[in-house]
């Protein structure tokens, strides 16, 4: 007699154990926020479900439901797919080079039949994080701090962000770079190289500003510095979004009543500059309320990888969380003024299907590293680490 195997009281109740060691707080506490950001893309639209919030909140249900099915996914499978994932993540990559479809004079999407400007950059953000975590669990401690096989780490994260800058995506280039960069940091590289990198960066930053940015992004940075020089050009989006963020004061102006949102005066309202959308609404409280979510998130993911047996668990949910308090810094530093505009969503909050898709798959190998906490995944060595 053929039975399916979640029928069978062996896997059954295999399941149930590890449906019972997913941290549900922290589930709770990214559907509060997804929840919250199809409120404010309902509020921003008008207090309509189209053409944001009824999808938002779909994709939500979809993601969370692959979240969970992947939590109950062993270590070993993530260790296993690892690079292939990777692979792929770069050889769409070299597509969208190749054949990538352009919007407002960037190239990062590709139409994939049905999906349409699904962004493959979202995917290297999972590829990294799993192919260094990878990497990081077969070698040893003094190869992780100073060696040769430093160069493999780092032609890892070179090219995916080489790729990201042609397209170009400054702001996601340089969260890819900032994701490896604290993994490396993590997995023990030496405080030397560390100190070299930064020096390096300082002097090559000036030189990259003039040579390697294109003459758009050359502006951004110009306006951040300066942006009311600027008031109706480039220093709109920033002005706005200060406007927005100042009226709100301490309790906002309420659900559905900001005025430059609402008004078509604040850009990418439903995108880029939703933070600034909420606090509008909600105030000083309402935003904070929310960052404080998010450091809760980070806190959660935090205990997470430090309860992992496995090196490889570490340092995947230590990635992941690097990913999700980047774009959580770079989005609020952004939208306040304090960051040039680079086109990084809060994640989660708004709208957004690929970005979607790359944090709950991370929440996802986050979730898997606390319910397998304690498998042990043989190195390329035949070491168990």
Same mark, same amino acid.
């Given at each position: 007699?053929?039975?399916? &195997?979640?029928?069978?009281?062996?896997?059954?109740?295999?399941?149930?154990?590890?449906l019972s060691q997913i941290d549900w707080t922290l589930c709770g506490a990214i559907t509060v926020v997804a929840v919250a950001g199809g409120a404010m893309l309902y509020s921003v639209a008008g207090r309509a479900w189209s053409p944001w919030a009824?999808?938002?909140?779909?994709?939500?249900?979809?993601?969370?439901?692959?979240?969970?099915?992947?939590?109950?996914?062993?270590?070993?499978?993530?260790?296993?797919?690892?690079?292939?994932?990777?692979?792929?993540?770069?050889?769409?990559?070299?597509?969208?080079?190749?054949?990538?479809?352009?919007?407002?004079?960037?190239?990062?999407? +590709?139409?994939?039949?049905?999906i349409h400007q699904f962004q493959p950059s979202e995917v290297m953000k999972i590829g990294l994080v799993l192919a260094l975590a990878r990497f990081y669990h077969s070698v040893s401690a003094k190869s992780a701090r100073l060696s040769w096989w430093? +160069?493999?780490?780092?032609?890892?994260?070179?090219?995916?962000?080489?790729?990201?800058?042609?397209?170009?995506?400054?702001?996601?280039?340089?969260?890819?770079?900032?994701?490896?960069?604290?993994?490396?940091?993590?997995?023990? +590289?030496?405080?030397?190289?560390?100190?070299?990198?930064?020096?390096?960066?300082?002097?090559?930053?000036?030189?990259?500003?003039?040579?390697?940015?294109?003459?758009?992004?050359?502006?951004?940075?110009?306006?951040?510095?300066?942006?009311?020089?600027?008031?109706?050009?480039?220093?709109?989006?920033?002005?706005?979004?200060?406007? &927005?963020?100042? %009226?709100?004061?301490?309790? #906002?102006?309420?659900? #559905?009543? #900001?005025?430059? %949102?609402?008004?078509?005066?604040?850009?990418?309202?439903?995108?880029?500059?939703?933070?600034?959308?909420?606090?509008?609404?909600?105030?000083?409280?309402?935003?904070?309320?929310?960052?404080?979510?998010?450091?809760? @998130?980070?806190? @959660?993911?935090?205990?997470?990888?430090?309860?992992?047996?496995?090196?490889?668990?570490?340092?995947?949910?230590?990635?992941?969380?690097?990913?999700?308090?980047?774009?959580?810094?770079?989005?609020?530093?952004?939208?306040?003024?304090?960051?040039?505009?680079?086109?990084?969503?809060?994640? +989660?909050?708004?709208?957004?299907?690929?970005?979607?898709?790359?944090?709950?798959?991370?929440?996802?190998?986050v979730l898997a590293v606390r319910v397998h906490r304690y498998s042990e995944i043989t190195s390329g060595k035949g070491s168990v680490l």
């Open positions: 007699m053929t039975v399916s &195997a979640l029928t069978r009281p062996g896997e059954r109740d295999r399941l149930i154990v590890k009824a999808e938002h909140l779909i994709r939500f249900g979809g993601w969370f439901v692959l979240m969970i099915a992947l939590a109950c996914v062993d270590l070993r499978v993530w260790f296993a797919i690892a690079y292939p994932v990777y692979a792929v993540a770069l050889v769409l990559l070299l597509a969208v080079a190749a054949h990538g479809h352009s919007s407002l004079g960037a190239q990062r999407w +590709l139409n994939l039949g049905p430093l +160069l493999v780490p780092a032609m890892l994260i070179g090219a995916p962000v080489a790729l990201v800058m042609k397209q170009p995506d400054l702001g996601t280039a340089l969260l890819i770079a900032a994701i490896g960069a604290t993994m490396m940091i993590l997995a023990g +590289l030496s405080w030397r190289i560390i100190a070299g990198g930064a020096l390096l960066l300082g002097v090559a930053a000036p030189l990259a500003i003039k040579f390697a940015l294109k003459p758009y992004q050359l502006t951004r940075l110009l306006t951040f510095l300066n942006p009311a020089a600027d008031r109706s050009g480039a220093g709109y989006h920033i002005m706005q979004s200060e406007i &927005a963020l100042g %009226s709100g004061g301490l309790l #906002g102006k309420g659900f #559905g009543l #900001g005025s430059q %949102s609402q008004l078509n005066f604040l850009p990418e309202k439903q995108t880029d500059f939703m933070f600034a959308s909420l606090a509008e609404e909600f105030g000083f409280v309402g935003a904070m309320a929310i960052l404080l979510l998010y450091a809760a @998130m980070i806190f @959660m993911c935090l205990r997470i990888a430090s309860i992992a047996h496995s090196h490889f668990g570490r340092l995947s949910a230590a990635g992941v969380t690097a990913t999700l308090a980047f774009c959580v810094l770079m989005n609020a530093a952004m939208v306040t003024g304090l960051a040039p505009v680079v086109g990084v969503p809060m994640p +989660l909050l708004s709208w957004g299907g690929t970005v979607m898709m790359s944090m709950m798959i991370g929440f996802g190998l």
